[in-house]
């Protein structure tokens, strides 16, 4: 996003790769001063240790944490900070503790803001009212309106998600996804969806697309639904979640890691995501919309006959 200029400071939850903790894993190269808020990412890990992988309360504690980091990092701030660039899930927090007020920032976004964020999982939730996540949780209006008021005011969103980039124009500057190089896949005629098994993934969608498939169906990651129903056999994946994928399915309502579906592409196996994946204009990947099964089987089967 441009070079580092002396005084440019760092201000990090810890050093990853000092403490080889790949959430973490920030590059902390070239700025002048690295503080770290060791004791509260430690926090942060016991807190998360004792929470379940999904649901509201794990959601409350996670926006918890991002008001203390945020906290701690305006404290630091003096009145010779005069840009910042910020993470997305710090902005709103930081919005409130006042660090934005007489400062330029630039906004680095992996996610949509929340109110459409919100907004397509309840168009997901009408749709499949039988799922116990897909309204378990929602950010409280406060959060989400000071969400929306620090957006408006960014300089620049910084972002690798195509439809991001689309959504905030000549203010985005649109960074490329790196595609991690790997031997070749042993390719096969299965689907692969790499979970975890969840409405907001998409797996509904795929359910109802692949009945009418005869192709095996892998299936990885937990199921956070609690015994979701896919109305067919499906396998566990093996050492290599990608040995024997005819193509890889990530049918997502809301935007998801991409890092799996990145390590496919560079495995050479075919992808079909939705938008909210922002894998757009990659050699590999099919879009389709979310919650649209006849689509989505419609690309299953015309990747199987590439």
Known sequence: T?????GDRLLIPCD???????????????????????????????????LGSQGAARQRALLAHDARLAGWMAARLGPEDTHLVVH???????????????????VVMRRWPLRLLQARLDEA????????????????????????????????????HAAIADAFGPRAVNLEWRVPRGAPARRGDAIVFL?????????HALRDAARGLPSPLIV?????EGGFD???????????????????????????????????????????????????????????????????GAAIRAAMDT
């Open 195 to 203: 979970g975890p098994v969840v409405g907001r993934e998409g797996a």
């Open 88 to 106: 997305q899930h710090l902005l709103p927090h930081l919005h409130r503790e006042g660090a934005l007020g007489g400062r330029t920032f630039d």
């Open 125 to 160: 939730a009408r749709r499949h009212p039988e799922s116990p996540t897909l309204a378990d949780f929602r950010a409280p209006a406060g959060l989400v309106a000071d969400e929306e008021v620090a957006l408006a005011r960014a300089r620049r969103v910084i972002t690798p």
């Open 2 to 6: 441009g070079a580092r200029r002396p």
């Open 230 to 296: 896919w109305g067919r056999p499906v396998r566990a994946p093996g050492a290599d979640p990608l040995d024997g994928a005819a193509v890889v399915v990530a049918p997502a309502w809301v935007p998801r890691d991409p890092s799996p579906l990145l390590r496919a592409l560079g495995r050479g196996v075919p992808v079909i995501a939705s938008p909210a994946c922002g894998l757009r204009g990659l050699e590999g990947v099919t879009e389709i919309a979310p919650g649209d099964p006849s689509a989505l």
């Open 16 to 50: 990853g790769q000092r403490w080889r903790r790949a959430r973490y894993a920030w590059t902390t190269a070239g700025f002048s001063r690295v503080d770290q808020a060791l004791a509260l990412a430690a926090r942060r890990a016991l807190e998360s240790r004792r």
């Open 220 to 224: 990885g990651g937990r199921d956070l």
